[in-house]
């Protein structure tokens, strides 16, 4: 799912609006990827794109205090999960939990390898979601037809609820927690959850990091058939 405006779509498929965060990241994304939230406007409008805010909504608050704090909450977000998969995969073998800790940019020393949180990143994200998300409300719009609004204008502490509050029921749902995946495209870090039957899904998009292996693949194929 793409949503946004101008010459800039975003992306929205991950299956959670925490990992969606994540991917808005310079190491959360596809190859050569840059920083998505590179100003407050750029946030005013991924939030409005990922249905945080219902279009429209005036953000008379929003400043630069406003996105070093998502931005501080995409990096929770993304060590907490790198510390999931990491942890997975070396499960039964601390050193390589150790490792592959390490390698995921965490630092496994400050805790113990078993434990979901690892430095404050998680009391931060618990404090987080334990403020009050916006109210919404149902509203007459255009030709009558009800609408989403809000009870007030949301303030950041708000909308950080709101994600902190989906990274909380990610870590603590098992089911969800064991769908959690890496693209395994090239030079792609996604994070996302695989729901599909199987268990089989391999890319963060089948359209894109899906399409781009099997473009590359075609091209290793006609190469070496020619040099057959």
């Given at each position: 799912m793409a949503a946004g405006r101008g010459a800039y779509v975003w992306r929205f498929d991950s299956g959670r609006i925490c990992?969606?965060?994540v991917a808005t990241g310079p190491a959360g994304g596809t190859p050569r990827?840059?920083?998505q939230l590179d100003g407050p406007g750029r946030l005013a409008d991924w939030l409005t794109a990922a249905r945080l805010v219902p279009p429209g909504t005036v953000l008379n608050a929003l400043d630069a205090?406003?996105?070093t704090r998502f931005r501080q909450l995409r990096a929770d977000v993304d060590r907490l999960m790198s510390a999931q998969l990491a942890l997975r995969e070396g499960q039964g073998d601390p050193a390589t939990a150790q490792l592959a800790l390490a390698v995921g940019g965490i630092d496994p020393a400050p805790?113990?390898?078993?434990?979901p949180g690892y430095g404050n990143a998680l009391d931060r994200v618990n404090s987080l979601a334990a403020e009050a998300p916006p109210g919404p409300r149902a509203v007459r719009g255009e030709g009558g037809a009800l609408v989403r609004t809000l009870s007030a204008e949301p303030g950041c502490a708000g909308l950080l609820a709101v994600v902190a509050r989906d990274t909380v029921d990610l870590l603590t749902d098992p089911v969800a927690r064991g769908a959690l995946r890496r693209c395994a495209g090239g030079a792609c870090h996604r994070l996302y959850l695989d729901t599909s039957r199987g268990?089989?899904?391999?890319w963060c998009s089948g359209e894109v990091c899906g399409n781009r292996e099997r473009v590359a693949r075609h091209r290793r194929r006609r190469i070496s058939?020619?040099?057959i």
């Open positions: 990992l969606d965060l990827a840059r920083e205090t406003w996105l805790a113990q390898v078993g434990c268990g089989r899904r391999r058939a020619k040099e």
